[in-house]
């Protein structure tokens, strides 16, 4: 079993910020309802693509637990899954809170980190993806992207 990445956000979206392990366990006990079987390389596969396209965000610097936490990202549109609602009760996982600054400023930073990279790599389907990404990501959170976003558009005049 393999989830788009709006079902992936939508299982977050449901069970609250996860760690990595916690999100393939959470995508197992799916599979395992739907009476399936989950190839943890897929799934793997699909939280880091989910995560690449800001439908997922990587917070690590937060006070909640030593290990990063995946939120709901700027991209997403969470989408519930069929038989995701028992999820919150089968992984008994702990509550926790971020605040919205703190994840801003993790994507924020990401994203900045990938704009480098793309511009860098001269990669215009990538930089083209983050512009639109930028948009979605300064209405999400309390950011500013205007010199990224600048530095994008730069790029793809330059090539």
Not at 27 to 43: N, P, Q, S, W, Y
Not at 71 to 81: Q, S
Not at 91 to 101: A, I, N, T
Request: proline residues 6%.
């Amino acid at each position: 079993m393999e989830l788009p990445p709006d079902e992936l956000a939508g299982v977050v979206d449901i069970v609250g910020p996860v760690t990595r392990r916690e999100l393939v366990q959470a995508c197992g006990e799916l599979a395992f309802k739907r009476g399936g079987d989950m190839d943890t390389e897929a799934v793997e596969a699909a939280i880091e693509r989910a995560i690449s396209s800001y439908q997922l965000v990587v917070v690590s610097d937060h006070d909640a637990a030593d290990t990063p936490l995946i939120l709901v990202g700027p991209a997403a549109f969470p989408d519930i899954p069929e038989g995701a609602e028992d999820l919150p009760h089968i992984l008994d996982l702990p509550s926790r809170e971020l605040g919205r600054e703190t994840v801003a400023t993790a994507a924020k930073q990401r994203f900045r980190e990938d704009a480098a990279e793309a511009v860098r790599a001269g990669d215009d389907d990538r930089i083209a993806e983050l512009l639109d990404v930028s948009y979605d990501l300064e209405a999400w959170g309390p950011v500013a992207l205007a010199s990224a976003r600048a530095l994008l558009d730069e790029a793809t005049h330059a090539n």
